[in-house]
């Protein structure tokens, strides 16, 4: 099945969604907002009108757990309200329908978007997909350089947790 993008700002004034001519994309109302450009409001309301952009606006729950998040991974400084939304926006919908796919070239979005699990896409390709981490057991500290999402350590059996890998060095 083919992902949902996720889509910030950035990504819409590029010519990116152009390039797409099959995807389906999200965003929040507030990154809806922000676009005053002309040609990107009309690129925007032709997809909405078309049926391939959904808007909407996340919960306090999620929203919560992206700055607990951003906090841990020490993004949290540079990211906006926006941005936060966006991945909240992100999180709900991956949990609901599973593959999304969050479309930035925000380096501090898209390492918080990593931080929680989510796949992302950078199309300025400063960022590398799916390179950004490793599963650590969090009983017995075994690690494992794996890319998958999920995996019990071979070591104890307990659910292994993704780590960001070099997290300080990304931006
Ligand atoms: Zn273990």
Known sequence: ????????????FSMWTQQQPE????????ILDEIRNRPTRQRTETLIGLGR??????????LKQVEDAAEESGD??????????LIAY???IERLEGGIVVVSSDLA??????????????PKGQMKEGRQWFLQC???NQVEEKETR???CPICGTEMKRRVKHKRNLR
Do not use: K
Not at 23 to 30: K, V
Not at 53 to 62: A, D, K, M
Not at 80 to 85: F, G, V
């Open 109 to 122: 979005l898209l390492n918080t978007a990593i931080y929680l699990g989510l796949e992302v896409l950078d």
């Open 90 to 92: 992100a999180l709900e």
């Open 1 to 12: 099945m083919a992902p949902l993008y996720i889509v910030d700002a950035g990504t819409l």
């Open 76 to 85: 949290i400084p540079v990211l906006s309200h926006a941005d936060i939304e």
């Open 23 to 30: 995807a389906m994309f999200a965003t929040t109302d507030r």
């Open 53 to 62: 952009l959904r808007i909407g606006s996340p919960g306090r729950e999620s």
């Open 150 to 152: 999920q995996m019990d």
């Open 138 to 140: 969090p009983a017995c």
